[in-house]
Structure formats: C-alpha cells, structure tokens
C-alpha cells in the first residue's frame, strides 16, 4: 500500500537557519508530489509540487523541494527560517492514474526560535 | 475570486446524532474532495465528487456519504455519529479528476461529538 513517511513530528530552528522537513513515499511508480502548510485553525495551504520535468522544484515563501527517485523522497527546504514559518506541514502524494485521492504523512511541526 | 468556503465553521452533535456539512468549491472548480483530520493526524480523504458523481472513496463507513450539485458545491452527511467522527473536515476543490490539478482546500469545519 502507499504510504508518506515524515521523519521527525516536531522541528525547531532558529530564526534565520536552515529548515529541512523530511519526508519519504512508499509507491510502486513515482507519484505526484505535495507540500501543504497548515497555520493553526486554518485550512492548507498548498506550498509546492512535484508532478513532472524539473526535480528541484521552487514554491512560495522561499520554500524548494527536491524530488529523488532513488532514495524516493521528497524533502522540503528553505535557507533562512522566519518566525511566520512556525507552523504544521505535511507532505502528501497521490498516484498516477488513481484519481485524485491525496495520501498525507502525519505531518511535522516547525517552531522557530527567536 | 473567492476560495473554498465552508459551513458551518463549527458544530457540536451528540453520539447517534445525523450531520451535514456544506463546501462551495473556488470558481471555475468542477471538483470536490473532503477529507478528515483528527487531532495530530494528517488529513485522511473520504471521497471525491466529479460531475455530481462519487468518483473515489477512501476507507469510510457506508455512514459517510455526500452529494455534489449541479453548481458544483457538495454536502458531507454523517450518520449515527460516533465519538470517534469528532474531527477537522476539510473540503478541496480543484479542476478535473488527473491527480496533478492543485487542490485548495477551505477553513474546515469543526465537529465534536459528545
């Protein structure tokens, strides 16, 4: 069965140091690929995705991921964290020619220190 | 251009109590998904609507079921709640059923069962 994986369930950085959020699939094929960000009551917020061509893909607020097939991960970067970072994200895929069910990790939470 | 709304924003039911949740999905959205996430958890997808049929269901009780109208917008119902339906659902919106369209989600709608 196809799963996502996010390695740790809380991060903390200091404001301005690098922020990396795990997170490994579980699929037969590549899948398409997704960030989303959650601030606290609210909705998600779709960050990036991976669906084809480029590996390395840029989305919003400074955020990038690399998708690699041979580790079949998907991890989410960003140089220099800021305070309105400080919230939950998960990684998500769902399956080529499946439909369009979203698989979601567990998600992990970044806090940021002043 | 409005996004995906959702109502109520919250509601409290009793244990065998009946629920309907409503989305409007963002315009120009031919698609709905609904998804549940319980406290600390990913979302877990429910089911999709497309052409005001049930495209794809996730692991949900035959309890769970929905409705899309023909302006696109769709209804969660749950019946005979249990404790365990107390969670954060999420409506997605998004265009056709390819699995790489960007899904938007809205607010979400509180529901605790007592």
């Known amino acids: 069965a196809q799963s996502v994986t996010q390695l740790g369930s809380h991060v903390s950085v200091s404001e301005g140091a690098l922020v990396l959020l795990r997170c490994n699939y579980s699929s037969s094929v590549p899948p398409y690929l997704f960030w989303y960000v959650q601030y606290p009551n609210q909705g998600l917020q779709l960050l990036l995705k991976?669906?084809?061509?480029?590996?390395l893909v840029k989305g919003i607020n400074g955020f990038e991921a690399e998708f690699k097939k041979s580790e079949t991960s998907f991890h989410l970067t960003k140089p220099s964290a800021h305070m309105s970072d400080a919230a939950e994200y998960f990684c998500a895929v769902i399956i080529r020619n499946q439909g369009g069910k979203l698989i979601f990790g567990q998600g992990t939470e970044l806090s940021v220190k002043p | 251009d409005a996004g995906v709304t959702q109502s109520p924003t919250h509601l409290i039911k009793t244990r065998g109590q009946q629920v309907t949740l409503r989305c409007s999905p963002k315009s120009g959205h031919d698609t709905v998904s609904w998804y549940q996430q319980a406290l600390g958890q990913g979302p877990q997808f429910i089911f999709q609507y497309y052409e005001e049929e049930e495209r794809q269901r996730g692991n949900f009780p035959d309890r769970f079921s929905g409705h899309q109208f023909p302006n696109y917008s769709s209804e969660l119902n749950v019946n005979a709640l249990l404790l365990g339906d107390s969670a954060l659902y999420l409506c997605?919106?998004?265009?056709?059923?390819?699995?790489?369209?960007?899904?938007?989600f809205g607010p979400g709608t509180r529901l605790l069962v007592l």
């Open positions: 991976y669906t084809t061509g480029a590996t």
């Open positions: 997605a919106s998004s265009i056709g059923t390819g699995g790489w369209e960007t899904q938007y």
